[in-house]
T-cell receptor, first 113, second 118 residues
């Protein structure tokens, strides 16, 4: 069966520091991968998605970037964090034989101070 | 652009009773998918149920069922025999069936917070 991991689970970072969040998927090949952000009390906003290694599409221009160095690895990064980057970050995967239904990881809580 | 509206910010239900959460959406497409996700206090998003727009039959998963009204663009979730573990935020989501661009972006509603009263 497929599983998705995210780490770290919680992160507190100072403004201006770099960021690296990692997401990995097990049990499937060539998944589509997604990064979402959820601000407090709000719905989810799609940040990036990837249909293959090295292929990244950005939905919202911002202080963040994403990379996919391996088939089942998706990384969210920032060179300098802003206060507004605080939130809950969720990674998700989907595959064609499951009608591209998205399944989410446990998420990372990021607090920028 | 597609929009998803959940008009009930909060709802409550007595344990063992039935509750219905509302969702409406706006789209000009004929091929799409609709989802209900549950977000418990742990905040992980858990798929509850999926509905393909081309299917007339309402989806059912154990105690969870939907009332899909395509013409009215309505997609409500019914939870039967409510349990304490059903307490969570519930999000309705829409996904286009057009995958030519390679994007399977989900558009989410703002959620309904469900409380279950013992």
């Amino acid at each position: 069966s497929q599983t998705i991991h995210q780490w770290p689970a919680t992160l507190v970072q100072p403004v201006g520091s770099p960021l690296s969040l990692e997401c990995t998927v097990e049990g499937t090949s060539n998944p589509n991968l997604y990064w979402y952000r959820q601000a407090a009390g709000r719905g989810l906003q799609l940040l990036f998605y990837s249909v293959g290694i090295g292929q990244i599409s950005s939905e919202v221009p911002q202080n963040l970037s994403a990379s996919r160095p391996q088939d089942r690895q998706f990384i969210l990064s920032s060179k300098k964090l802003l206060l507004s980057d605080s939130g809950f970050y969720l990674c998700a995967w989907s595959v064609m034989n499951l009608q591209e239904t998205q399944y989410f990881g446990p998420g990372t809580r990021l607090l920028v101070l | 652009a597609q929009t998803v509206t959940q008009s009930q910010p909060e709802m409550s239900v007595q344990e063992a009773e039935t509750v219905t959460l509302s969702c409406t959406y706006d789209t000009s497409e004929s091929d799409y998918y609709l989802f209900w996700y549950k977000q418990p206090p742990s905040r992980q998003m858990i798929l509850v149920i999926r509905q393909e727009a081309y299917k007339q039959q309402n989806a059912t998963e154990n105690r969870f069922s939907v009332n899909f009204q395509k013409a009215a663009k309505s997609f409500s979730l019914k939870i039967s025999d409510s349990q304490l573990g059903d307490a969570a935020m519930y999000f309705c989501a829409y996904r286009s069936g057009d995958t030519l661009a390679g994007s399977y972006q989900l558009t989410f509603g703002k959620g309904t917070k469900l409380s279950v009263i013992p």
